[in-house]
C-alpha cells in the first residue's frame, strides 16, 4: 500500500529513530507495520494519524508518555506564536541521553529562536521528578574501582547457587508419579489396544522469580553499590526483578540488563535520581504493593528486601506494607548490613516494626553474607513456611 | 458483515451494540482488521477489554472463539489432543489380521481429534473468519507465549501425524493482558497495541447508561460520581468499569434511585474486594457519598 504524501517515508523513519532514542522499540519491524498502517487511514486526520502511529509503536502502557511527547515534538505543525516542541498543554519531557537530544534539537530545528539553548536537556532535568524535600544527590558508578568488581564477579562466579525450583501446572514424562494416560493410550495403539505398560509423568519443576528490593539511601550508601553489582550478576541467570528506594520506588529491572556491569550500573546511576536521600521504607512498599507486587510476584516469587530499616517514615504504615508483602510472596527475606556489625540490636523503630512480619531476617554487609543468602535461596523448600 | 471499511465504520458498530468505546480504539481495532495482525489490548483488569473482542464478533457477524489462559495450559488444551479412548475403543475392534500400519494410520484420522479452541480457529470453514480471543494471556507461561509466537505470526499449526495446517481464513486474534506480568516483546511486536485507560465520568456514565438501564438516572450518576472517588483513593485495587456497573444494577435491585451513606456501606463489596481497601474507603465514607451526590 503506497504512502500518500511523497516526502512521509523518510519522515516516518525519522519518527522512528527519535522513538529509539527515547527508548522504545523503532526498528524496521515496526516501521514496516507503520508505513502499511498508514496506507489505509485518511492522512489528514490527524488525531487518526497519532492514534495508527501509536498502535504501531507502543508496545507497552509505560512507553505511551513517551510515544506523546516524541509526537508532539516531532509532528508539531509549524506555530511561529509557540517554540517548537512546546504545544502549551501537550508537550511532556523526552528522556534522551545529552548527546542524542543535542543532535535531534539541531535535525529538528528547535534551537533555532529558542529562548533557552538546551530546553529539552533541561526537560529531560524536569522529567526526573525533583522535589524540595529529597535530599537528591546525582552518584556516580563509573568510578568503581576495578578490583572491586572483579572481586565481586569472582567470588559469584565461584559460588553458582541458583534459586530453589517450584512445581508448575505442567507435567513431565517420569518413572513414578501420576498415571500419564494420554502417553499410557498411545502406547499401547502399537500394541493393539492392550495395556501393557503403565507411563506416568510429574509435576515439571522451574525456578522461582526473585525479587529484589534495594534501600539506596543515604544511611545504606556503602553497600548500594556492592547490591546492584550482586542484582547485576545475579540477574544474568535468575529470573530477577530489582526495585531500588530511597523516597521514591525505581524499578531498574530493565536497566540491568545490559550485558557489561559498567554500562549498566552508569545508566541506573543516571536513571535514579534520589540515591543517598532519606528513607522512606513504608511508603516505597506502598508503592511497590500497590504498582508491581500483582504483576511481578506471580509463580511463586521470593522476595529479598534490603534495608537498614532507618526509616523516617511512620513504622505503622511500614509494618502494614511489610506484612501485606510478605502475604503476597512465597518467602520474604530481609538483609540488613547493619546485622554484621558486632552488638547491632534491630531496636529502630522501622526495624522494630517490620521484623515479625519477615521470613528470615539476614546480614548483608559483606559478600560472604551474600553467598550465605545464595545458600538461603538455593535451599528453599517446596511450600511456604508456616507463619 | 465483511470488515469494516474505515475508523468511522468501526465506532459506528461499536456503539449500535452499547459498547462505549474512543475514536484511538476503533482505530487500533480498523487497523489490526486492515493489515491482519492480532490486536493486544492492556489495561487494568474489568475496562472493557475482554468485552471489545465479544462485540467485535458481532460487529462483524463472525464466530467467537474464546481462549481463557491459566498456569500451565498447554498443546493439549489449547490446540488438540488425540481422542485415546476412541482411538483404543478403534483399534479394538479391528480384525488381528488388519494390517497394523493401515490400522495406525486410520486412528490418525481427523475424526479422531479433540479440537481446542486454537485449531478451531486456525481450521475453520466459517462463512466470515472467526474472532478469537486469547483472554488473559498474562496468566499464561512462557512456554505458551513462545508457542503462539509461531501461531499468531504465520496462522499455520502443525500436527506430526497430519501435516500442517494453513488457515483458509486468518481469524481475527485479539489477545487481553491484565499485566500481572510482562509479556515477552516478541510477542507484542507481531500485534498492533492498545492500552484501555479508565473512563472519563462522561464516558462511564454512558457505558452505565448503555450496559445498566435499570439503574435510575440520577442513580447511575451518583454510582459513577462515587467509583471516580474511590479511584483517587490510593487503593491496592481500584474498581473497574465492571464493577461500576454491578454495583449500579446491585443499588438497582435494592430499590434505590439516590446514593446515601448507609447504602453504600452496605454494599461496598460490589465495587471493592480487599479487606484494606474497604477499610479505607469506609474511614470518609460519608466525604465520598457527599462529593459523588454533589457532583
Redesign the interface.
Known sequence: MAVQAPDLLPRLAAFARLLHDAGLDGGPGRLTTATKALGFIDLRDRAGFRDTLRACFVGRREELPVFEAAFDIFWAPPDPRVRAGFLPGKSRPLPLAPDRARSWMQALGLNQGAQRPGDLQEVVNESSGYSADELLRHKDFDEMSWEETEQVKRLLQQSPWRIAERRTRRSRPARRGEVDLARTARQSISSSGELIRLLHRQPQLRRRPLVLICDVSGSMERYSRLLLIFAHATARRERLETFVFSTRLTRITRLLRKREIEPALSEVSKRVHDFSGGTRIGEALAEFNRRWARRVLGHGAVVVLVSDGWDRGDPELLAREVSRLRRMSHRLIWLNPLLGSAGYEPVTRGMAAALPHTDDFLAAHNLKALDELGSLLAGLGRRRTVR | MSSPVS?EAVMAGLEERRYIGD??LA??I???L??G?PL?I?GEAGVGKTEAAKVMAQVLGARLIRLQC???I?V?HALY??N??R???H??L?N?SAD?AAA?QE?YAKEFLLRRPLLDAIDNDDPVPPVLLIDEIDRS?E?FEAFLLELLSDFQVSIPELGTIHARRPPFVVVTSN????VH?AL??RC????IDYPSVEKELAIVRARAPEAAEQLAHDVTALVHGLREL???KAPGVAETLDWARALAQLGATRIDTSLVDATLGAALKYQ?DLERAREQLPELVEQARGA
Open positions: 475508523i475514536r484511538p482505530t487500533s480498523f487497523l489490526a486492515a493489515l495482525r493486544f492492556e491459566y498456569e500451565g498447554d493439549a489432543e488425540w485415546y479412548p482411538q483404543l475403543l483399534i479394538r479391528l488381528d497394523r495406525e486412528i507461561d512456554e499485566r500481572t506480568r510482562e516483546d507484542k511486536r498492533l497495541y492498545h492500552w490510593d487503593l491496592y484494606e
